[in-house]
Structure formats: structure tokens, C-alpha cells
């Protein structure tokens, strides 16, 4: 025990003082990648959309933001994307790749968020992930958020970003790294009802950026979000019983492997900036999770 304790916190050791580690599984490499109008449509703001080298690009102007839409429900897989986000001042825009039941229970929803709030000049995009669970419109809104910075510029290049849903887990991931993993503890606590893929680029100046402080300037307008790769899998919600998501790691019953976790401690150790649970501001009744 002695010696597993050590080689424990020497690996601790090593991966806050060394770059990115290798999370040792990369599930994203498991899946194939599929065409995106196969499986998505268009959900609002066509126009603001197109093709461009296998990429679906989106915009934000004054008229109007851009979203699409899953073609089926699902009640449990591996959904992704990679994303690159526009670079400059982008306060109050949101880009976005998330899981929601939102037209299905209006008022009475569930949401498993991936979303990157929009920054000014010199500083960094935040990468917010959220979850809800039967929680909105009724004036008692309970999110779940994390935020993150980034080790890496998102608006160089595109990067994976991913969620895994299962019967007993949530996990999100960039570049196959794991980032959070949310635990089903109770089933008050845990989304269990289908839910539609979606992406979107919105204005949500009112709370994006800084709490609000900082809004959508249109005079950087058009502001650009591509998307390609798109990776998804698990099971619809009419799927037999017996179905089963894939696993997020080497092994078949999920959860995370010793270096997975490691590389998701190295993550939150380094780049967390805000967790809802560790928030004195709020009322950790209502987050029994916590």
C-alpha cells in the first residue's frame, strides 16, 4: 500500500509539472465518423449556415444565430465533435455542442452542456459543462456548471470535445483527455430521460461573459464556429433494453482507468476555474450531489 501510495502522488507530481498527459484510451479513435446529414438537420438559422471542406461553419450576425439538430433521440452513447471557435472579441457568444429533451418537456427539461462562452481581447475562452436535470423554466434553475481553461488555443485548429453518457455516468472530454466525470449518485440527480444531439452559436450577452459584464459587440460580426468529425453512438430511445452505450475506457463497465483519471485530475488541478460545489454562493441543499 505504501509503495502505491507513492508511485500515486509521484504521478501527481509529474503531471502538474509536465505538459499534456496521454490519458492512455482515446474512445473518439473507437467510433467512426459519420455524415453529418445523415444523422442531423438543420434546427434554426439555415441561412447562417454552410459547407466548407467537410465542415459545417455557423454564424452569429445581428440577424440571427445558427443551431441544428440530432434527427433521433437518444437515451444513452458517445456523442462529439471537433470545434474551432473564432478568435478575436467574441464576449457574449456562445458556441455550443450539447444534449437536451428541451421541446420534448418544455419548462421540465434535462441538458448535458458543452459550451464556450466568449472572451475579449488577450484572454482566454472558457469552457463551461453543465448539467441539468429537470431543471428550467420554472424559476428554480439549478445548474451544474465547471469551467476550464484550455491548454491550447481553440481558435488554431479543431479539437476533439465529447460526452459520454451512460445508465451511470456522465464524462465530457477534450482530445479524448476526460475533463469531468459526473457521477450517477442518485436518480434525482442524473438525466434519464432521452435526449436530441444539438450545436449552436447564440447571443447570451446577458450572462456569457464575465457575468454578463462584457456583450456581443456587432461590430466584429460575423462571428464563425466550425464543426467536423462528428462522432456518435449509443442507443436510441427506442432501442431493445439489452443496448449499451460504448465505454469511455478500457474497460467494457466504464468509469476511468488509473491514467485516465490522472490526466482528468491534471486537468482540473491546472485549468479549473470554476465548480459549482465549491461555489459559498450557493445553496448546496438544492445539489445534494455535492
Not at 462529439?80 to 427539461?109: C, Q, R, W
Not at 476550464?148 to 481558435?155: A, E, G, K, M, R
Request: glycine share 8%.
Amino acid at each position: 500500500m505504501t509503495i502505491f501510495l507513492l508511485t500515486f502522488f509521484m504521478l501527481i507530481a509529474s503531471y502538474l509539472t509536465n505538459g499534456q498527459p496521454s490519458p492512455g484510451f482515446y474512445p473518439s479513435s473507437k467510433i467512426p465518423t459519420i455524415p453529418f446529414n445523415q444523422f442531423y438537420r438543420s434546427l434554426w438559422g439555415s441561412q447562417h449556415q454552410r459547407f466548407d471542406q467537410n465542415s459545417l461553419v455557423m454564424w452569429l450576425d445581428k440577424s440571427s444565430g445558427s443551431g441544428f439538430k440530432s434527427q433521433r433521440p437518444y437515451r444513452s452513447g458517445y456523442f462529439g465533435t471537433s470545434m474551432k471557435l473564432h478568435p478575436g472579441y467574441t464576449a457574449g457568444v456562445i458556441s455550443s455542442f450539447y444534449l437536451s429533451n428541451n421541446e420534448d418537456h418544455p419548462g421540465n427539461h434535462d441538458e448535458v452542456d458543452i459550451e464556450f462562452l466568449g472572451t475579449t481581447f488577450g484572454k482566454p475562452y472558457t469552457l463551461q459543462t453543465n448539467v441539468y436535470i429537470r431543471g428550467s423554466g420554472d424559476g428554480n434553475l439549478i445548474g451544474r456548471e465547471e469551467k476550464i481553461h484550455l491548454w491550447f488555443d481553440p481558435t488554431q485548429g479543431f479539437h476533439n470535445y465529447a460526452i459520454l453518457w451512460s445508465p451511470n455516468e456522465i464524462i465530457f472530454f477534450v482530445d479524448d483527455v476526460p475533463i469531468r466525470r459526473y457521477p450517477r449518485k442518485s436518480d434525482a440527480t442524473f438525466p434519464l430521460r432521452p435526449m436530441y444531439v444539438y450545436g449552436s452559436i447564440w447571443d447570451a450577452s446577458s450572462w456569457a461573459t464575465e457575468n454578463g459584464r462584457y456583450k456581443v459587440d456587432y461590430r466584429y460580426q460575423p462571428f464563425y464556429v466550425r464543426y467536423n468529425n462528428f462522432k456518435l453512438e449509443g442507443c436510441a430511445a427506442n432501442s431493445p433494453p439489452w443496448c449499451r452505450p460504448p465505454s469511455g475506457s478500457p474497460a467494457r463497465t466504464g468509469g476511468l482507468s488509473r491514467q485516465q483519471f490522472m490526466a482528468m485530475l491534471w486537468v482540473q488541478k491546472n485549468y479549473k476555474v470554476y465548480d459549482y460545489c465549491r461555489d459559498p454562493k450557493r445553496d448546496h441543499t438544492q445539489t445534494p450531489e455535492c
